[in-house]
């Protein structure tokens, strides 16, 4: 569904990737885990055009979407819910689910804003309340409704549990395992929980400075005495 | 408290007195022997004093309450203000009390609510800060002008065709500066602005140079001239409807010329706000990298804010040159940006009736008190000071969402 060969990418002169390759098969949830600065985040923002692959391709169902725009990207199917949620805090949780169906046709809103309010009970509650005022797992649930509010093949996720309490990170994770089992949407998840993100996940990646150093079903990895070592223990709970 | 409140006080005394002395202390005195110099310290220690007391007092005093807030169902309050207010507008010119001059400042106002709606489009709701707004007001202007006195195109043709040539032009600036943002952005329009005005001044063969366009064609209704004597082949107004001829009506029809487009430049802002491009321009001002995750191309979606706005300043521009019949250089400098801008701040940013009434206080109250003479700026900023003690996000800050649950999309 989506595969990233050999990519290379950075800022500037600073490369952040280091030929990273992955896969992604249709109807999975994939994880990529690792610490601070890995360049989990650089990844996903490179799948999405914005910044731009120094070397490598991105593939999406097969086509070649690395050199083109990011609405180009965007309109094929993927969508990316950013880091920190970044909903529009001055528009109404209506008006924020309204922007995410921006790229596609505008006669499936009706329907498209039926199944996103139906995985969020809490979101049509306050419809009429502006985004800012959201507590921080209502805005991760607007974040995500917004992403989904485009018909998605492929959900980015990028750090979903950002910031939120351990109960709300619970909440979201059993959300995101309802979008992939229910609604087949496939699910590349970037996350620094790396417990609970393994343990949604059918298959993992862990990434060290650039680079994949180890990859295997989500089991796999959560037993791996160095996984454990390095980032679970004394970490997430 | 009272000590600090004191020392601050008597700071701002004396600040004000370092002010007041060289403005208010010494006078010219001419006399039989020549100019003299008259000292006039009490007022000095007036202002010091009056200054001393207020600062006092705004520190002793419990912060400004804000405007009373609006009770709920601001929405219906706000449009029956709109509604009240376009009907204002709209039987102005035949209230006992309104005379000529009256018609002739509400114009000029109309004129900057209209500048105010189009650069609410480019700042206030995509959020780009735009210092030469001015510079399509002149293109506008010297478009009409030039079509008009070159090609004798009427009024009404000319008018879409200035609208257009103002847009193109922002296109053609937003293209390559819209990958700047905020104050980089600022400084280039600033610049853009001030280039547009020296090539003005100095195309002589073209644009006059600094003496201008005059004779500009007044526009007619429909054909009917506002002449006393109508060109040939034409009739005028008051030969139609069998009325007395009068410069009044000239005046009349003018107002309501920037009336109806003024209140078209609201009527389009308010429906493409609910549309998705409209609200594609407030997202973009929230936050660009949402945006683009989002699949929007944020490129295309500041350009159409940058050409439309530009658009409406186009036919503002058109229709100051046929009301003036004479314009110059000097009609489009930097001030005039300033100005607009300050009607947009102070309105509350994406605020239509704060536009309105900020238009009325910056643009229409100085027309009022020019008997006051000089100390019209003194009220000027003193109005400004107020504002920003009491209401620092602008007359009508508070948004209301466009769309809600059953509307239609």
Redesign the interface.
Known sequence: MLKVEALQSGYGSIQALHGIDMEVARGEIVALVGANGAGKTTLLMTI?G?PRASAGRVLLEGEDITRL???H???RGL????EGR???????V??NL???A??TA?AH??QDLERVLDLFPRLKER??QRGGTLSGGEQQMLAIG??LM?RPKVLLLDEPSLGLAPLVVRHIFEIIAAINRDQGVTIFLVEQNAYHALKLAHRGYVMVNGKIALGGTGADLLANPEIRAHYLDGGAS | MLPAALRDAVLAGLVASALALPMLGFRLVDSATGLTLAGRFDLVAWAAGIVFCGRLVIRLLPPLPGLPALPAGTKNLRLGAGWILAVIALVLPFLPFADRNLVDKATLVLIYVMLGWGLNIVVGLAGLLDLGFVAFYAVGAYSYALLSQTFGLSFWICLPLAGMLSAGFGLALGFPVLRLRGDYLAIVTLGFGEIIRVILQNWQDVTGGPMGISGIERPSLFGLSFKAVAPEGHQTFADFFGLDYSADHRVIFLYFLILALALATNLFTLRIRRLPVGRAWEALREDEIACRSLGINPTAVKLSAFALGAMFAGFAGSFFATRQGFISPESFTFIESAVILAIVVLGGMGSQIGIVLAAVLLVGLPEWFRELQQYRMLAFGGAMVLIMLWKPSGLLSHREPTIRLGDPR
């Open positions: 999405c914005n725009p990011t609405h990207i965007i309109r969508a990316h819910c950013p970044r909903i529009f805090p001055r528009m109404s209506l008006e309204q922007m995410g921006a790229a505008p809103f009706g419809l009429t917004r992403a485009s």
